[in-house]
């Protein structure tokens, strides 16, 4: 996962990273120095450094000795953690990005499920219907839906008993994290999610991997189209789930 930032190491990489939408940087761009990122954003140099490092290691950027700063692509470079990081600071993805981000859930998801059908335990049952209880509790609590509905499907992914599979998914879902915050204000959208949240526990229950399949694939689908339509609208989603 991307590393824990103050706030003001935060604030820097997220004004770089503005920065770099802002011009329309490309892949081996150079950046301005150090000194001239410190004036720009009007915050010391050693803040400007340690946000660098923060890029280099998401390899956003890299250092060349006596050159400069330059751009990385990172879709094309960097790990799932520098799509994480991105979305943590609240900037936007390129829309193939976020189709790209769609189709590898629903692939990976839709196997890990199909092997959840196939391994799962009775302590991996028991661990699904807790967590299933815990998204009800949350639901009628008011509380973090979109804290909740992570651990829910990382729950039924576990259930696969493939680790890597786990540690795929695990970036696909956080960075969607502060849309899922706006997406369960609606209560449709919650009740809703709490009933496909049944229908996947049921399927793994009784290994249909059929089943599991088509309602991971609506699943995604489905809330991928709402997310897209509350970012056009500026408001809340009002329908499907997540």
């Known amino acids: 996962m991307a590393p824990p930032l103050n706030s003001e190491t935060s604030h820097t990489v997220r004004k770089t990273l503005e920065f770099v939408q802002h011009h329309r940087l490309a892949k081996g761009d150079r950046l301005p120095s150090e000194r001239e ?16 490092a923060v890029l280099d ?11 400069g700063i330059y751009l990385r692509n990172a879709v094309e470079d960097g790990g799932l953690d520098a799509l994480v990081l ?3 600071l609240g900037l936007t993805f390129d829309p193939q990005v976020t189709r790209d981000v769609t189709e590898a859930r629903i692939i990976c998801e839709e ?19 807790q967590t299933l209880q815990a998204y009800a509790a949350t639901i009628q609590a008011g509380g973090d839906m979109a804290e909740a509905d992570v651990e829910f499907h990382l729950a039924m992914v576990a259930a696969g008993q493939n680790r890597i599979l786990v540690r795929t998914l695990t970036p696909l879902m956080l ?4 849309w899922r ?6 209560d449709a959208i919650r009740r809703r999610s709490l009933d496909d949240h049944r229908a996947f526990v049921a399927a793994i229950e009784a290994r249909d991997e059929a089943a599991a399949a088509t309602l991971v694939r609506r699943h995604v689908e489905t809330a991928a189209a709402d997310v897209r339509a509350l970012a056009e609208q500026g408001g809340t989603a009002t329908t499907n789930t997540t």
């Open 37 to 52: 990122l410190s004036e720009r954003f009007g915050v010391a140099r050693s803040s400007v450094r340690e946000a660098l």
């Open 111 to 129: 196997q890990a499920l199909r092997l959840a059908c196939q391994r799962r335990t009775d302590a991996d049952l028991s661990k699904l219907h």
């Open 86 to 88: 991105q979305a943590d």
């Open 57 to 67: 290691a998401m390899r956003i950027t890299e250092r060349r000795p006596k050159s």
């Open 181 to 186: 915050e706006r997406y369960f204000e609606s």
């Open 175 to 178: 960075m969607s994290r502060r």
